[in-house]
Antibody, heavy 122, light 108 residues
């Protein structure tokens, strides 16, 4: 059974940093691209970032709203996805979900974690 | 960036009735479109991909159709567990991956 478990969320002041983790199990983690998607309170879904898996050519993509501030990475030996978030702003407040993608360019997000809440406030 | 527009924002339906949700893309996404269901306090769940292919385990009352710029999710006979928010998402041309704003299906 595929499981994705996010952690690392919390309250942080504007301008601060936070690192989110997503522990994966139930599938060959290294083979699959992984994404972060966020949802501000009461709002819709917003894609944040995607990192390739070994089944793809290497890539790291970011939404314009986080480019230069957020960094996605993965440790395949630990089956863990990360999102390093720097220079946080109030509009980064959201539940952050990690999600798995199939190999290849044309693929949906087939499994999602339960999310971790990030609150940016003074 | 491909903009996805869903309508209506809220759909009030009685249990047992049919619900029809629409999703429009600002440019063609071919059939590279997915539908997700999200219940309060839960993560989104993939229902349909490739515009019309149901994920294993999703009931047959859920069906997707369309291609290009116009798509529809139909729930043939609403059950109590189907009341939720539904999002469409294109993965034809990215980054960015883009989602529609969602349609909330509520009990009439």
């Amino acid at each position: 059974e595929v499981q994705l478990l996010e952690s690392g969320g919390g309250l942080v002041q504007p301008g601060g940093s936070l690192r989110l983790s997503c522990a994966a199990s139930g599938f060959t983690f290294s083979s699959y691209a992984m994404s972060w998607v966020r949802q501000a309170p009461g709002k819709g879904l917003e894609w944040v970032s995607t990192i390739s898996g070994s089944g793809d050519s290497t890539y790291y993509y970011y939404a314009d709203s986080v480019k230069g501030r957020f960094t996605i990475s993965r440790d395949n030996s630990k089956n863990t996805l990360y999102l390093q978030m720097n220079s946080l702003r109030a509009d980064d407040t959201a539940v952050y979900y990690c999600a798995k993608r199939w190999p290849g360019y044309y693929s949906p997000l087939d499994y999602w974690g339960q999310g971790t809440l990030v609150t940016v406030s003074s | 960036e491909i903009v996805m527009t869903q309508s209506p924002a809220t759909l009030s339906v009685s249990p047992g009735e049919r619900a029809t949700l629409s999703c429009r893309a600002s440019q063609s996404v071919s059939s590279n479109l997915a539908w997700y269901q999200q219940k309060p306090g839960q993560a989104p769940r993939l229902l349909i991909y490739g515009a019309s292919t149901r994920v294993t385990g999703i009931p047959a009352r859920f069906s997707g159709s369309g291609s290009g710029t116009e798509f529809t999710l139909t729930i043939s006979s609403l059950q109590s567990e189907d009341f939720a928010v539904y999002y469409c998402q294109q993965y034809n041309k990215w980054p960015p991956l883009t989602f529609g704003g969602g349609t909330k299906v509520e009990i009439k």
